[in-house]
């Protein structure tokens, strides 16, 4: 039995989540279940009639049959996953880099701290558009490799599609870092003072401290770091469409460009229902693994002595 | 040993100052470029001025007014209306995020109820927006929210709930119940305790998560180009209009608008520095 009071507070809380379930019903699981029904047809915004008339050109599995045969869209699967596996590792190697850097106290530290987070904060935008001009070929890139090599580089940075791909994933790298050494350096804080000072006395050194203490600590942390980091990067978007809009040809096409394509130039938005289910349910499968790898670190890393 | 230490710090210095200049370089150049004249926004590798030689408010002239005695190209939309759009609706979309990410992250730490909750609104982080915005689009040219400043924001108050609900849940986690009990035995209801004790306990973490919640806002470009057309474009969309076949890229012009778009988040985010790390990993790490 409930005492009035705890009724009263559960019925208080449920008024209180009602605004956050209004949203939830209205802007996601309602048009969650019209995704689901749209992808089942071939309707698209010209076709005259309403979105709920769609069952009149049903085609039950017609899109998701496509899917497969979609050799566009592979391809974008294929350069999405290439971005996340060179961007994912170097953030973190270098965020852990700069984590081991900022771990002890210096003077600046502040600042520094201050400045090196300063690029995650700049709109994603914005920074497609700063690096879109530090790769022109007349820019500062070029500049600053002319100077150091004495003779005039004009490497057209954007227009060749090796070249686009890796100044894409720089400019990721450019301000995801920030994220991961935050991420990390909070990490690294956790670590008990009088557990390595133990360490120092017993003879430890700085790289065994490092790797028997400060990492085995750091296990969630970095795991949590990597999950969000991995999520983000699927949907990379922004940046990379400011930056080079997909191209050229389709070098840089990650699976967003490829679905706002589909979207707004071949306008076959049934289709497009059905590739965003599918990458939903691709990526729902790839969360709850990373959410299971981050609540086993989680206990482990309660179970552990102090 | 002393002279290790020495080295040590000279190397560590000397690897923090290359990060931080990596870290700047390309913030710099943006902030030069929008006070350069149009002669110098080109210029031939290794002649190249960093520091704009005739420094010029030209491009915000530009930018603010459409015309400029500098540019023989006029244009037509200014950068006013867009500004004031990204503001409307970045505002209006942090504070349904916020209320309703306050409200429920209350009742799911003290009433143990809408146990879905936490869970719905993680999801809603996972998915590409573009992969679950065709029935959001249908839905909204359906009921007219097509370029309108309430459909934007309301879309935008529930792509940021996820990051308003975990930071005010692990704030509320932390307030001990005490003080909320004692208030309760002398009578006070349920709901004056939430209005009168705690919310005011955790006012300074309201305000950072709102700042947090506006950051994001601020910062879309997806959802605003798949949901407004003219008339409530914001400033990332904008920004890629300012050039075409005919004039060519603004370079300058479009330094100018980066500049002041990039302005807010900048502040907020280092004045909220410490929260930082939970907001960012809803609530699993606490600094």
């Known amino acids: 039995m409930l005492t009035p009071l705890e009724s009263q507070g559960r019925k208080l809380g449920l008024y209180m989540t009602l605004p956050a379930q209004l949203l939830l019903l209205f802007i996601v699981a309602f048009p969650l279940v019209m995704q689901l029904y749209v992808s089942f047809t071939w309707w698209g915004p010209l076709d005259g009639t309403p979105w709920y008339m769609a069952y009149e050109s049903a085609n039950l599995f017609g899109n998701y049959g496509d899917i497969f045969d979609d050799s566009k869209l592979w391809g974008s699967i294929g350069r999405t996953f290439l971005i996340v596996a060179v961007c994912v590792p170097i953030e973190f190697l270098l965020g852990l880099g700069l984590a081991i850097l900022f771990a002890e106290k210096f003077v600046g530290k502040r600042v520094f701290y201050s400045i090196m987070l300063m690029p995650m904060m700049i709109v994603p935008a914005v920074a497609g558009y700063m690096f879109f001009m530090l790769f022109q070929s007349t820019g500062p890139i070029n500049d600053l490799l002319s100077r150091i090599s004495g003779t005039e580089v004009e490497i057209l940075w954007l227009a060749d599609s090796t070249l686009a791909m890796i100044s894409v994933m720089i400019a990721d790298i450019w301000q995801w870092t920030p994220l991961m050494f935050l991420i990390l350096l909070a990490g690294m804080v956790g670590v008990p003072e009088d557990q390595m000072k133990a360490a120092t006395l017993l003879g430890a050194n700085a790289w065994q401290r490092f790797w028997r203490i400060v990492l085995p600590r750091m296990k969630m942390v970095m795991i949590i770091a990597l999950v969000i980091r991995t999520i983000e990067c699927i949907k990379i978007f922004d940046i990379l469409y400011v930056m080079t809009g997909g191209g050229p040809g389709v070098a840089t096409k990650s699976i967003s460009v490829y679905i706002l394509d589909l979207t707004f130039k071949d306008l076959e938005w049934a289709y497009v229902a059905a590739v965003g289910l599918f990458i939903l349910i691709c990526l729902s499968v790839f969360a709850v693994l990373g959410l299971i790898l981050m609540q086993r670190a989680q206990r482990r890393n309660e179970t552990m002595p102090a | ?287």
């Not at chain 2, 996972?126 to 249908?138: G, H, K, N, R, T």
Request: proline share 6%; hydrophobic share 55%; net charge positive.
């Open chain 2, 1 to 287: 040993m002393m002279q290790r230490a020495f080295t040590s710090h000279l190397w560590r210095y000397a690897l923090i100052l290359v990060a931080v200049g990596i870290a700047l370089l390309p913030v710099v150049w943006m902030t030069t470029m929008a006070f350069k004249p149009h002669t110098e926004w080109v210029s031939t590798p290794g002649d190249l001025h960093w520091l704009p030689r005739e420094p010029t408010f030209a491009n915000f002239e530009y930018i603010f007014t459409g015309e400029t005695d500098a540019y023989s190209i006029t244009h037509e939309r200014t950068a006013t209306r867009p500004i004031i759009s990204s503001l409307v609706t970045a505002l209006l979309g942090t504070a349904i995020a916020v209320i309703a990410g306050t409200l429920g992250a209350y009742a799911v730490s003290r009433f143990m109820v809408g146990r879905n909750l936490p869970l719905g609104v993680l999801q809603l982080r996972l998915f590409p927006p573009l992969a679950v915005m065709i029935p959001v689009m249908i839905m909204w040219a359906f009921i007219g929210a097509m370029d309108s400043w309430w459909g934007l924001s309301l879309i935008y108050g529930i792509v940021t709930l996820p990051f308003a609900f975990w930071l005010m849940k692990t704030f509320f986690d932390e307030v001990p119940r005490e003080i909320e009990e004692a208030a309760l035995v002398e009578g006070c209801s349920w709901f004056r305790v939430f209005w009168k004790i705690t919310l005011p306990m955790v006012k300074a973490a309201l305000a950072s998560t709102t700042l947090f919640v506006f950051i994001l806002n601020w910062s879309d470009y997806v959802i605003a180009l798949l949901l407004t057309r003219k008339e409530w474009v914001t400033i990332p969309v904008y920004m890629n209009s300012l050039s075409s076949a005919m004039t060519g890229q603004m370079y300058g012009a479009k330094a100018a608008l980066g500049l002041i778009a990039v302005v807010p988040p900048v502040v907020f985010g280092i004045a909220i520095q410490k929260y930082l790390v939970r907001g960012l990993t809803f609530g699993a790490l606490k600094q």
